[in-house]
């Protein structure tokens, strides 16, 4: 897994959106995986002459695009993204905000789904894993403790007052710690993706591996705080 191209494409969806209106988003799809591989700068090449060769003739680009796969199916759960480029490809490392995902598919188009609700059902779905046995959830990582249920999980993700699960006093000797990793890894991340086309392999890899825990490290972080 490495850094992902992203081109837009005509096709568009409407997205029904909170206030009753609808609105037409286009789609974002994945054109190059591993885009920084030596091996896959010819393909890169090819999709970004093809997206402008394909847009050249719409002199406005969208406001709003969805994310999709290599099959180009929208789908729920699907990020959102405003749109305020000048150019009609991007890699994945500048979708970072999104300003909600696709909810169901309805009649007139797709239902808008706010963060906040994409975050519950995100959290509903690892609870299940929890109780499946599918996945496991440090309620402490520095000692390595999880989560025993899916409802133990889900009280914390709320902020339930009746949650003790996690030692303050712990928390907060390990804060420093935890945050001196943190910078680490962010560093390390940087480092790599300065290379460019020059990164190997073994970078494209090293860097999927940080950007993952850079990503758990950072979701505690802001739980912590």
Known sequence: MGVDLYTLKK????????DGGTGAVHLLQLAVANALSPDAQKAVDRAIQHAYSDWKSWPVVPERV????????????APLFA?????????????????????NKELGGFAFRSIEDQKWLNDL???REIDEGRARVYQDFWTGKTFQSGQEFLAYRRGDPGFHG???RGVCAGRKSFSQRLAKIRQLIRLIEIK????????????ANLRAK???L????HLHH
């Open 11 to 18: 096709r568009a969806i409407l997205v029904l959106w909170p």
């Open 66 to 77: 969805v994310q999709v796969g290599l099959d180009g199916a929208p789908r729920p759960g």
């Open 83 to 103: 749109w305020a480029q000048k150019r009609v490809f991007c890699f994945d490392g500048e979708l970072l905000n999104p300003v909600g995902f696709l909810g």
């Open 125 to 127: 779905t690892t609870a």
């Open 166 to 168: 996690f030692d303050e």
């Open 196 to 207: 460019g086309e020059q990164a190997s392999t073994a970078d494209i890899q090293f860097l």
């Open 214 to 216: 850079a990503a758990q």
């Open 218 to 221: 950072g979701s505690c972080d």
